[in-house]
């Protein structure tokens, strides 16, 4: 089983929304825009990487860990649903979640203008006992997804993330139902689900991230990927009976600005069961990243941030 990650595509189009739909946290966020995201992500290397990914193909399933858009407006749900309709094997190949540029504002989150944009990538494939689209199950293969939700309308200059108890007892749920079993548990959430002074700096934390690890430590997950911090990680954190659990993160998927080592990526992950193991486990990862020079994108070696980088 591959399986493709990509996030944070940051789809951004101001046109067609008149001043009242500014007149809120997108004020702020516009002007940051206008200043430095627009130079630095650029929607047409979000179709690029999706166009490379289709002509190279060589995975199972894509990931998608959230923030789709960059404020949550309407045309950007529209181009980002388009840039998910290039993907080959449509919505049954696709498992995606949101972030919270995706509930930008109170009022696209009390609209639901995400799930009304994308539940069709979100139905679950079991009852896991919660009133609510999160979490859900999309058992693929060799692989059993689960799709969280920490994205939420936050004040101005925040980008935390909450779970809340639902959530947490759905995943509990979700992570020891009948149909994961035998399966390659992999957890998709957008904020790392950890807590250390990179991620806390500017209000960008889980909030309920040692909950969730209390969880996961119970119950153990294979997998869990991530995206939020626009940057390659590798890490891991306390699993079932001592096992570590593998948490990855990848870049932006349309960052194009000065820093190379955050240059648009996707990863591909690789899950094999190994001997007699009762799961499969990751093996390996390939990295394709966006190549200034070229304009493409093209193999580069996963040279990953620690944790212990982490926690500079």
């Not at 929607?43 to 193909?57: C, I, K, T, Y």
């Not at 979640?97 to 979100?122: L, V």
């Amino acid at each position: 089983m591959k399986l493709a990650h990509i996030s944070d595509i940051h789809i951004l189009s101001l046109g067609g929304h008149g001043l009242r739909a500014f007149l809120n946290k997108r004020l702020a966020g516009g002007a940051n825009i206008l200043l430095n995201r627009r130079a630095n992500y650029k929607n047409e290397v979000a179709f690029a990487l999706v166009d490379d990914m289709n002509s190279r193909g060589g995975f199972d399933h894509v990931c998608i860990t959230g923030d789709l858009t960059s404020l949550a407006l309407k045309a950007e749900f529209e181009i980002a649903g388009e840039l998910l309709a290039k993907l080959r094997g449509g919505p049954p190949g696709v498992s995606l979640i949101p972030g919270n540029h995706d509930f930008y504002t109170r009022g696209s989150e009390r609209e639901k203008s995400f799930e009304t944009a994308f539940g069709h990538f979100m139905k679950s494939d079991v009852d896991l006992g919660v009133d609510a689209r999160f979490p859900y199950l999309h058992v693929r293969g060799d692989a059993a997804i689960i799709g969280l939700s920490t994205g939420l309308a936050t004040g101005l200059l925040f980008a935390y993330g909450v779970l809340g108890e639902a959530q947490l007892g759905g995943l509990e749920r979700a992570l020891s139902h009948p149909s994961t079993q035998g399966k390659a548990r992999v957890v998709l959430i957008h904020h790392p689900p950890v807590k250390t002074t990179k991620f806390l700096r500017g209000g960008r934390s889980l909030r309920d991230a040692g909950a969730l690890g209390e969880i996961l430590k119970a119950h153990g997950a294979e997998l869990v990927l991530h995206g939020h911090e626009h940057e390659d990680l590798a890490y891991d954190i306390p699993g079932q009976d001592g096992a570590a659990i593998p948490v990855r993160g990848v870049p932006s998927a349309s960052y194009v600005g000065r820093h190379a080592y955050r240059h648009a990526r996707y990863h591909i992950y690789q899950l094999e069961r190994q001997g007699g193991a009762a799961r499969p486990t990751l093996v390996s990862r390939e990295v394709r990243s966006y190549q200034a020079a070229g304009g493409g994108f093209a193999d580069v070696e996963a040279v990953p941030l620690g944790v212990e980088a982490l926690r500079t």
